[in-house]
């Protein structure tokens, strides 16, 4: 292992390199001194030329930082990712078909980085079936110019599946906290662990170059072995970077990375407002011991929520990153959390949720069709991408989908509990036509998922033939203010309910008592069966 600085780094680089970046979302474990060194090379020299930027999570504060460093013409050709709405740079690119660009699963290139690792052939699964990942539709892409071929379709046990085929890779720019003179990498100031073994063992195996960033330097045989995340073997150059900040938007949060925990009462709650309401409701769908997954958006309000009316140790709240239990973090930061009871490995977070590990998952939505269908990825040139939103909505027991009725400009507030829509939203988020599916709905009825669609005035689920809405906020009209500004006509339940009261007023709800008050649910048969014999005798 060498000691080199940012901008030898970068000369590492040559025309067609692949770049395989870590980190997520607001500069978690984003090795951003290297990013731009490859930028500054780039202006002064017109070199690289060519590249393809791979990243699991869209990286960037959503200005110039993070991959935003790589939208130059002529420096990058392609960009593989899982959302580009960080890095507006790469978004502008691909809107006006200048690069190359997909939007994957981030679980798909999260557990693709192990296929690559171990040399195998891709990766077999079934998330993207029936969405705009599929070949069939859009393929992911979200360029004209971008190939058809990264994903095909196949027939395996009578079974379709899509096959995601391995990103070539030449150079690894990857993040930890600390690296001895070994090369051997800790990340004990890390917001998240992604997946960095698995980046350098699969870059290490197609012969390419491994660079980690680091904030400091330790003597030789002092880390403790037990906390290395990437081996010395795996590393061929360290780059530190002192002023090393830990997101974006802050420096440095012990409790970011599970050194201490806060407060509950550290954990600043949402104001009274649209937000807040939609989060209300959405929670009322918790239980005791839910396992759940926060998605980004206003469904990252409901940790604050939960914080404020005592749930956080009655359900386990989760996020795609790793964390697990404890408040998941809204807002700039969202991504990282706080007061985990543990912090895994991305790849490993994936499985658990392909698998159904989730009990609950609570995601927004942007536009949502008369089946049901969701997107949350493109609308013309503004282009999102989907982040974990397909790996979680397609597997997870129940889905609650949070947003407005209407978007843009939308003023509704609430006097005595009174719904009062001072200004409907320009846009309909209820439309005919999707431009890209995220969510089947078909695919989610045939699995036997439950569905909601929570607003700030209305709740819907997918019945037997759609979308049907089943509550509605108090003082609102059912035509007036809820089907004359959807794009189709819902059908309405016959045992349409007024949503709970407790929602509109801005003191607590109380929910804590609710939920504790519900039957814990068991994911195993022989589990249930074990805690019914213990409490039967009990009772005796």
Known sequence: MERITADEAAKLIEDGDAILISGSGGGHSVPEALLAAVERRFLEERKPQGLTSVSVVGVGDRAALGASHLAHEGLLRRAITSALVDSPG???????????????????????????????????????????????????????????DFVEVVDLAGEEWLFFKPVPVNVAFLRGTTADEDGNVTMEEEAVLGEMLAMAQATRRAGGIVVVQVKRMAKRGTLPAKQVKIPGILVDFVVVDAEQRQTYATYYDPSYSGELRIPVEGIKPLPFGARKVIVRRAAMELFPGAICNLGAGIST???????????????????????????????RDSGGGQNFAAMIEQPAQFDFYDGGGLDVAFLSFAEVDAQGN?????????????????NISANARCMVFSGT?????????????????????????????????????????????TAFFVTERAVFTIGEHGLEL???APGVDVERDVIAHMGFRPAV?????EMDARIFNPALMGLGADVHGKARRYRSERVAKWHNSRAG????
Not at 305 to 324: F, K, M, P, R, S
Not at 493 to 497: A, D, E, G, I
């Open 405 to 449: 009725l209407t978007a843009g400009d939308l003023d509704v507030g609430w006097e005595l509990g009174r719904t009062i829509i001072r200004q409907e939203g320009r846009h309909q988020k209820f439309v005919p036509k999707l431009e890209q599916i995220c969510y089947s709905a078909s695919m989610a009825r045939a699995k036997g998922q």
């Open 301 to 331: 309000g409901l940790s604050t929520v939960a914080a404020e009316e005592g749930l956080l140790d009655a359900v386990y709240l989760t996020n795609e990153q790793g964390i697990i239990g404890g408040a998941p973090i809204t807002g």
């Open 470 to 472: 089943i509550e509605i």
């Open 90 to 148: 790469l978004v502008h690119l691909a809107a006006e078909n200048k690069i190359e660009a997909y939007t994957l699963p981030q679980g798909v290139l999260s557990q693709l980085m192990r296929d690559m690792a171990a040399g195998r052939p891709g990766l077999l699964t079934k998330t993207g079936l029936h969405t705009f990942v599929d070949p069939r539709q859009q393929g992911a892409r979200q360029s004209p110019c971008t190939p058809e």
């Open 374 to 390: 969701v997107n949350v990825s493109r609308f013309g040139d503004k282009i999102i991408g989907v982040g974990g939103f397909i």
């Open 493 to 497: 339940s016959k045992v349409l309910k």
């Open 537 to 540: 005798g009990a009772q005796r």
